[in-house]
């Protein structure tokens, strides 16, 4: 097969991809993503005591909320009713910082990529809003698509990195 983008029309154009004829199928998506900060602005945010208030709950709620408007956030995107998007927060000392990962999924036509690359992007972003004040140099990193499932090219998975 080859490659394609399905978004541009022969004459160069946009165009919003076709989805009417093809069958619901059962798909998923996971993306990734990490904030890397100062051990002391790691250690604040898990203390509970940033000026703005609970870090990683606000960045969870923010992800969900993102995944849920990607269609208003990326041109061509379908409006998706998702059946599930998680949003998940972890320190990690080696960084230091916070690992995101967000997973999506739905019985639809087309996929959640897309929703779970927003969901991971904004979390991420909305970290750095709640903890520039104590640390500008903040870094986002490292955001990409781990895994999906479903759909006419089925299981697709990022290849390990060392």
């Known amino acids: 097969m080859k490659a394609r983008l399905t978004h ?4 160069g154009r946009a165009k919003m991809v076709d989805v009417g004829d093809k069958a619901v199928s059962a798909r ?3 993306a990734s993503g990490a904030v890397v ?3 002391k602005t790691l250690d ?6 940033a000026k703005k208030g609970d870090v990683i709950a606000t960045a969870r709620i923010a992800g969900i909320m993102a995944a849920k408007k990607t269609h208003d956030l990326i ?3 379908h409006p998706l ?3 599930k998007i998680s949003v998940e927060i972890d320190p990690d000392a080696s960084l230091p910082g916070l690992r995101v990962t967000a997973s999506a999924s739905i019985d639809g036509k087309t996929g959640v990529e897309m929703e779970a690359l927003t969901a991971v992007s904004v979390a991420c972003l909305t970290i750095y809003d709640m903890a520039k004040a104590a640390d ?3 870094q986002i990193t490292g955001i990409k698509l781990e895994e999906k499932t479903g759909g006419r090219t089925g299981t697709w998975r990022a290849r390990a990195t060392k």
Do not use: Q
Request: aromatic residues 0%.
């Open 8 to 11: 541009i029309a022969a004459d």
């Open 28 to 30: 998923s998506a996971t």
């Open 37 to 39: 900060m100062s051990k």
């Open 44 to 49: 604040l945010i898990l203390s509970g005591n």
């Open 75 to 77: 041109p061509l995107c």
């Open 81 to 83: 009713v998702l059946d």
């Open 136 to 138: 500008r140099g903040m």
